[in-house]
C-alpha cells in the first residue's frame, strides 16, 4: 500500500448525538492528523446525519482510521474517497467595500469569469458568494485580495460520491 | 440526551408501567439486568439513588469501596471472573473523575462495565456548579459508550443501551452521567431490554471463505504457531479453541490476558508471548511459518518492533473487532467474528497432525529458559527469597484452582509466568493499561462474584500502596481474599530498567515502607511476614487454610530482574536471557 500521503473526503453515516462529534475527532487528534475541513449536515435519510471530513494521510492510515471510526457505536457507516471519485463542493463568501464595486471595474469581471454572485450590496459593503472547487475559491481569493477583502470564510467540504454509497440498502437490512 | 430518541433498539417489551422516581428506575434497571453487586462511593449528586439502594439492599448488594478508583477496579475483577457485567456507581465532580483510571483500564482490557455517575441539576449545567465536571466529556476517549440523561424517561433505555454496548461483541465500560433532578423526577417506568441498535453490528459475519483459506493454510503448514489472547475466554470459546489445537496439533502460546484460557500444564500450551513472556515462543514466532492469532490485537509488548515481526510467516488472524484487522500486523487472511463460532467451524476443517519435531524446537528452547532462568527463579540456591518461588508454593497448595488476582510490575510477570491455572477466568492483572493499584480491589470483586474460588491477590510493595485503603472494605465486608505482597522495597521492574538501561541510577525507586503487618492488623486482618525460607511454606499454609481474608508479607531479593526480557525496540527473537 502506498505510504505517500492522499487527499481522502471521508463520509461518514450516523445517528444523531450530541457526542459523537468529539468521538470522531478524537480518532484523528489521538493519531496528530490535522482535519482540513469538516462539515456535519442531514444525510439522504431521515434521522440519519452524515459527516464529511478531508484529511491528508496515507491509505493505511486511513483504513485504520475507517475501522476507529466505525467502531463507535453511534457511527452507521464510514465511506472513504479520494478526489476522482466524488464529485464535491466548497463554498465561501468575502466581504468587501462597496466603493470597490464602482473604482475598481475589473472586480465585477472577477466575479463573472469566477462564476461567483453577489449576494448582497449596500453603502458600505458588498458580500460576495461562490461555491466550487478548492483551487477555484483559492484563485478567487488571490483575485480579490488586491483589493482588500474585509472578511472572508470558507466552508467544509462537501461531496457526492460518482458510485452508490449502498448505505440505504444497508440501513433497510438493519431495520427488520 | 437526543440519541435515545433517534437510535431505534429493537427491544422486547418486559414490563408493565408504573409512577416511580428516576433513582427508584435506576435500582429497577439494574434488577431488571440481573445486577447483584454494585461497587461505589456516595456524594451530594448521587445520593437519591442511595436512598434507593437503602429501600432495595435486601435485593441489591452494594459495596462501599474506600475510594472510586476501587470501585473501578472491584467492578472488573468481579467481571473479568464471572463474565458479568461489572458495576460501579460515584458522584459528580471528584467521584467521578476517580472513576476515569478504572474505566481507561476496562476499555483497553475489553471488560463489560457499566459505570453510573451523578450529576448537577440540568439547571446548573455549564454554570460551573458545586462538582460539576464534564464527565461525559472527560471519559469519552475511554469509554465504548457513553450518554448524559437528563430526564426520567429517559433512564431505562439508556441502561438497557449501556448494558447491551457493555456486555455484547468486544465488551468494554460505559458511563451513563444522570442529573440529580432526574434522579427525583417521577415518570411512568417501564422496562424494555435492549436487543439491538442499528448503528452498532456486535459481531461482525463470518466469511466462510476466510475459514476455508484460513484451513487452508493451518493444514499445509510445518510450522504452525497459534498465540492466544482474551478473546477466547471473552468469546467463552476454550472448548471450541482446545478441540481445534489438539486436532491440528499446534503449538499455543498466550498473550497475558489469554492466560488460563487452556490449562498451563497443557501439552499442547507452550507458554506466553512477549516482553517477559517465555523463550521458545517468542523465538520461534520469528521462525514460524504460520502464525494463527486468535482473539489477540498484536500488542507492542507482545510483539516487539514490528518490523521484525513474524515477517517470514503467513498470519492468520481470528478477531471480532474489525478495527483490528491490520492495525499492527499486516494479516493475510481475517476471520471476523466471535472466536467461539469462528472455532466450531473451523473444527472440521483443519486436519488432524502432530507436528512432532515442531514441538521438539519448543522442549529444546524450554530447556534453555529452564537452565538460564527458571531454575534460578523455581529452585534458588541463594539465601534471599525468589518471586517465583512464593508462586511455586501457591501453586503447589492451592493445586492450581486459585485465581490469581495480580498488580503490576516485576510480582505481576513472575505470577504470570508462574502461575498454574487449571481453570479459566483465573489469571485477572491489569494488562493494557497496566494500573498499579488494580490488584487490591479486583481481587474484591473477583472473590465476591466467585466466593467459592480460592483468589490470590500478588502485588508489590509499590502498587499495593496505591490502593492500600481497600483493606477497609476487606474489613467491612469480610471478603475472604489472599492478599501477598512480594517485597522488595524497590518499585521493582522502574528499578530492572534503570540498572540495565540507565546505569544502575535509581532515581526514586527505592521505597521505605510502613509496617505492613501492623496496617493489616489495624484492619484486624490475620497478618504474618515471612523473610526465611523456611517459614514459606507453613506461612502459605497458614493463609489458604484461614476462613477470613489474610496478609502474607514475603520478603524477597531486592534486586532480583526478570528474564527473559525483549529490551523496548528489540525483536522478539532478540529475547535475552540474562
Ligand atoms: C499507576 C501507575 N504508576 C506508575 C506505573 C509505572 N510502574 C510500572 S511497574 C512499577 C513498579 C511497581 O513496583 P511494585 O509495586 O513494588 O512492584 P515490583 O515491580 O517491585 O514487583 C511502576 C512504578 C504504573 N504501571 N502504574
Ligand atoms: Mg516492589
Known sequence: MSTENKQFTISIYTENNIGLLNRISAIFQRRHINIESLNTSPSEIDGVSRFTIVVNITESQMKKIQGQIEKQVEVIKAFYHTEEEIIYQESCIFKMRSNLLFDERQIQNIIKESNARIVTVNRDFFVIEKSGRKEEIDLLHRELTVFGIMQFTRSGRIAVTKDEMKISSMLKALQH | ?578
Not at chain 2, 72 to 91: D, E, F, L, P, W
Open chain 2, 1 to 578: 440526551m437526543k440519541e435515545t430518541q433517534t437510535i431505534q433498539n429493537k427491544a422486547e417489551s418486559t414490563a408493565t408501567t408504573e409512577r416511580i422516581s428516576g433513582s427508584e428506575a435506576v435500582i429497577k434497571c439494574l434488577l431488571a439486568e440481573g445486577v447483584e453487586t454494585l461497587y461505589g462511593y456516595p456524594g451530594g449528586a448521587i445520593m437519591p439513588v442511595y436512598d434507593e439502594l437503602y429501600k432495595y439492599q435486601d435485593q441489591i448488594h452494594h459495596v462501599l469501596t474506600r475510594h472510586e478508583q476501587g470501585a473501578t477496579h472491584s467492578a472488573q475483577g468481579y467481571a473479568r471472573i464471572s463474565g458479568k457485567v461489572g458495576v460501579c456507581m460515584a458522584t459528580s465532580g471528584p467521584g467521578a473523575t476517580n472513576l476515569i483510571t478504572g474505566i481507561a483500564d476496562a476499555q483497553i482490557d475489553s471488560t463489560p462495565m457499566v459505570c453510573i455517575t451523578g450529576q448537577v441539576g440540568s439547571h446548573l449545567l455549564g454554570s460551573d456548579a458545586f462538582q460539576e465536571t464534564d464527565i461525559v466529556g472527560i471519559s469519552t476517549p475511554v469509554t465504548k459508550w457513553n450518554c448524559q440523561v437528563t430526564k426520567a424517561s429517559q433512564i431505562p433505555e439508556a441502561f438497557a443501551k449501556a448494558f447491551f454496548i457493555a456486555r455484547s461483541g468486544r465488551p468494554g465500560p460505559v458511563l451513563i452521567d444522570i442529573t440529580k433532578d432526574a434522579q427525583f423526577e417521577e415518570f411512568d417506568f417501564t422496562y424494555q431490554k435492549c436487543k439491538g441498535i442499528r448503528s452498532y453490528k456486535p459481531v461482525p459475519d463470518t466469511d466462510e471463505n476466510a475459514l476455508k483459506a484460513a484451513a487452508e493454510l493451518i493444514n499445509a503448514a510445518k510450522k504452525p504457531l497459534v498465540v492466544w489472547g482474551q478473546g477466547v475466554i471473552l468469546g467463552k470459546a476454550e472448548e471450541e479453541f482446545k478441540a481445534v489445537i489438539e486436532k491440528a496439533g499446534i503449538p499455543s502460546a498466550w498473550t497475558i490476558l489469554g492466560a488460563s484460557a487452556i490449562p498451563t500444564a497443557h501439552p499442547l500450551n507452550v507458554g506466553m508471548v512477549g516482553m517477559h513472556g517465555n523463550y521458545a515462543p517468542n523465538v520461534l514466532t520469528n521462525e514460524c511459518d504460520v502464525l494463527i492469532a486468535i482473539g489477540m490485537r498484536f500488542d507492542d509488548r507482545v510483539t516487539g518492533n514490528l518490523d521484525t515481526y513474524a515477517k517470514q510467516a503467513k498470519i492468520i488472524h481470528f478477531e471480532i473487532d474489525p478495527a483490528e484487522i491490520d492495525k499492527n500486523v499486516k494479516t493475510d487472511i481475517a476471520v471476523l467474528g466471535n472466536a467461539k463460532t469462528s472455532l466450531k467451524r473451523l473444527l472440521p476443517l483443519v486436519n488432524k497432525n502432530s507436528h512432532n519435531d515442531w514441538h521438539q524446537e519448543f522442549k529444546n528452547l524450554y530447556e534453555i529458559e529452564f537452565e538460564k532462568v527458571i531454575k534460578h527463579d523455581l529452585h534458588p540456591t541463594k539465601e534471599g527469597l525468589t518471586m517465583a518461588e512464593v508462586l511455586k508454593e501457591i501453586n503447589i497448595q492451592t493445586k492450581g484452582d486459585a485465581a490469581i488476582v495480580s498488580d503490576v510490575g516485576q510480582h505481576q510477570m513472575i505470577a504470570c509466568r508462574y502461575a498454574e491455572f487449571n481453570k479459566t477466568k483465573s489469571n485477572i492483572t491489569s494488562g493494557g493499561l497496566g494500573t498499579m493499584g488494580f490488584a487490591l480491589p479486583a481481587a474484591i470483586g473477583a472473590k465476591m462474584a466467585a466466593p467459592d474460588r480460592e483468589v490470590v491477590m500478588i502485588a508489590g510493595d509499590g502498587g499495593y500502596q496505591m490502593t492500600i485503603q481497600e483493606l477497609g472494605t476487606i474489613f467491612q465486608q469480610k471478603v475472604p481474599v489472599k492478599i501477598v505482597v512480594l517485597n522488595n522495597e524497590f518499585l521493582g521492574m522502574v528499578r530492572q530498567w534503570q540498572q540495565l538501561f540507565f546505569d544502575k541510577r535509581y532515581a526514586s525507586t527505592e521505597m521505605t515502607n510502613p509496617d505492613f503487618i501492623a496496617i493489616a492488623k489495624g484492619y484486624s486482618i490475620e497478618a504474618k511476614k515471612v523473610t526465611e525460607r523456611k517459614d514459606l511454606k507453613t506461612a502459605i499454609k497458614d493463609m489458604i487454610d484461614c476462613e477470613g481474608p489474610y496478609f502474607l508479607e514475603v520478603r524477597v531479593e531486592k534486586e532480583d530482574n526478570v528474564f527473559p526480557m525483549i529490551p523496548t525496540g528489540a525483536s522478539v527473537s532478540d529475547i535475552r536471557l540474562e
